[in-house]
C-alpha cells in the first residue's frame, strides 16, 4: 500500500506562482512512475505531468514551459512548480504513484482568479 498527501493549493491571481506537494508513504519502492493530474468542474481529469523512476518526465502540451515536475527521493516528496498561471488551470491536483497499483491522493484545489 501507497499512501499519497497533497498540500500547497489555494487562490492565486493569474500569472502567480504555486507549488504543490505530495508526501508519500508505505511501499515506495513498489513505484515505477508518479505524477500529477487534474480534474476541473465538469471536465474529465486529465494528465499534467509524470515523472519515471528513470528520470523522464512528460508534460501535457497545455503546461509546457510553465510547469515542472521534480522529487525528492530521500524525502519521498513530489512536487509540481506552476508559474505563469492562467484561470483555466483551475482544478483539483491529485497525486498519482502507479507501481504494482494505482494510488491517488485525496486532491488539493488549486484557483486562479483573472
Known amino acids: 500500500q501507497v499512501q499519497l498527501v497533497e498540500s500547497g493549493g489555494g487562490l492565486v491571481q493569474a500569472g502567480g506562482s504555486l507549488r504543490l506537494s505530495c508526501a508519500a508513504s508505505?511501499?515506495?519502492?513498489?513505484?515505477?512512475?508518479m505524477g500529477w493530474y487534474r480534474q476541473a468542474p465538469g471536465k474529465n481529469r486529465e494528465l499534467v505531468a509524470t515523472?519515471?523512476?528513470?528520470?523522464?518526465?512528460r508534460y501535457a502540451d497545455s503546461v509546457k514551459g510553465r510547469f515542472t515536475i521534480s522529487r525528492d527521493s530521500a524525502k519521498n516528496m513530489l512536487y509540481l512548480q506552476m508559474n505563469s498561471l492562467k484561470p483555466e488551470d483551475t482544478a483539483v491536483y491529485y497525486c498519482?504513484?502507479?507501481?504494482?497499483?494505482?494510488?491517488w491522493g485525496q486532491g488539493t484545489q488549486v484557483t486562479v482568479s483573472s
Open positions: 508505505g511501499s515506495i519502492f513498489s513505484l515505477d512512475t
Open positions: 515523472l519515471q523512476n528513470v528520470g523522464t518526465t
Open positions: 498519482n504513484a502507479e507501481g504494482d497499483w494505482i494510488y
